[in-house]
């Protein structure tokens, strides 16, 4: 099981974002999937997360921000980041908890840097 992430990059300050997430491998089931995020010298911390459902649930830091959906028939998770701050900095990373070849396990991507400008 991979995770690839993009969509990262340089934006000023109010600007947008997308980032993606795709998971890949021999696959029976995705439950929860999230975004999460690391900034220099700070300890790593969720951003938002989604059930299979489309439920979501947010940081303080980024609700009315920044949207997270996922699309199940293609194995992705999105995160639509609007109104971007500089401390939105920080590299940004995707995880899922994955049912494949009998074992339940939470995979991560390999992160994706956003930098915001002010």
């Known amino acids: 099981v991979q995770l690839q992430a993009s969509g990262g990059g340089l934006v000023q300050a109010g600007g947008s974002l997308r980032l993606s997430c795709r998971v890949s491998?021999?696959?029976?089931?995705?439950?929860?999937m999230g975004w999460y995020r690391q900034a220099p010298g700070k300890q790593r911390e969720m951003v938002a997360t989604i059930t299979p459902g489309g439920g979501p649930n947010y940081a303080d830091a980024v609700k009315d921000r920044f949207t997270i959906s996922r699309d199940n028939a293609k194995n992705t998770e999105y995160l639509q980041m609007n109104g971007l701050k500089p401390e939105d900095t920080a590299v940004y990373f995707c995880?899922?908890?994955?049912?494949?070849?009998?074992?339940?396990?939470?995979?991560w991507g390999q992160g994706t840097q956003v930098t915001v400008s002010s």
């Open positions: 491998g021999s696959i029976f089931w995705i439950n929860d």
């Open positions: 995880n899922a908890l994955v049912t494949a070849g009998g074992l339940t396990h939470t995979y």
